[in-house]
């Protein structure tokens, strides 16, 4: 973004810009406890955000949801982290829209066979949003008891159709 020009006693208020920069945000959940079973995916419900520019896309009354605060496409950005509790076993994860029960089309969160500890695969892709309409992600693993993972997830608006 250029420079603004700003003359002797003018002063830039800080909503014209922030309209400039598009709406995003990035939350986190420390560990999050994944229930084992075959078919059993849990959305991860975040405890903080680590950043953003409007306070409506994440909240602890639907800890869930990253909601778009405007129509657009959004770029989907983040990661899972799995403890060595996950053994030989499979950890996957899915980016739904909106309350669907099945993966967005687009998006991709990598699936982990076992772990050492501290084994990380990204959640990446993008969506198109009308205003209100949100994105969870949803982990599953096949461990034999619950899993803690580390958690992050964002969204940025990349246009607006």
């Known amino acids: 973004m250029p420079d603004p020009v700003v003359y002797a006693g003018q002063a830039i208020r800080e909503g014209p810009i922030n309209a400039m920069v598009a709406p995003h945000v990035q939350a986190q959940v420390g560990s999050f406890s994944v229930p084992t079973g075959a078919s059993t995916y849990t959305a991860a419900a975040f405890t903080t955000t680590l950043s953003g520019n409007h306070a409506s896309m994440w909240s602890l009354a639907q800890p869930t949801r ?11 950005h983040g990661g899972v982290i799995w403890p060595a509790a996950l053994g030989a076993v499979d950890a996957r994860g899915e980016i739904r829209v909106s309350g669907a029960s099945t ?10 066979r076992g772990s050492g500890g501290n084994m990380q695969v990204t959640a990446v892709g993008t969506v198109t949003l009308v205003a209100g309409g949100y994105v969870e992600i949803y982990l599953n693993t096949q461990s034999g008891s619950n899993i803690a993972a580390g958690v992050t997830l964002g969204i940025t608006r990349i246009s607006t159709t």
């Open 66 to 76: 990253l909601i778009a605060p405007s129509a657009g496409v959004y770029l989907v």
């Open 103 to 112: 993966p967005a089309p687009g998006t991709r969160v990598g699936t982990q």
